[in-house]
């Protein structure tokens, strides 16, 4: 059974076009669960409500799930709490 730190270790290597980090080092993946061997949900955010790369990053979490031998990949979209920068991010860029 593929598990979280499986899923996340695929997720690290989806790359914001904008920023050039990660999408789960930058805190965009808000939750994960995997519902079965076949279903998984995550909850999302994006830095802005009108991020341009959105749609993108969501075919790529899609595609890379999918890989990942999910047939079922549900992603729900939140900007509640609004998007902050992680501590760890804050560290590797230096503020």
Aim: hydrophobic share 40%.
């Amino acid at each position: 059974m593929t598990t979280k730190q499986d899923i996340i270790e695929r997720l690290e290597t989806i790359i914001d076009p904008e920023v050039s980090f990660d999408i789960y080092t930058m805190g965009l993946v808000r939750e994960i669960d995997i519902i079965n061997n076949t279903h998984v949900h995550l909850l999302i955010t994006y830095t802005t409500p009108m991020c341009p790369a959105g749609p993108q990053i969501q075919q790529q979490i899609t595609d890379e799930l999918e890989d990942l031998g999910f047939d079922h990949v549900d992603i729900d979209l939140t900007f509640d709490p609004p998007w902050q920068m992680p501590e760890k991010l804050k560290t590797m860029i230096g503020l």
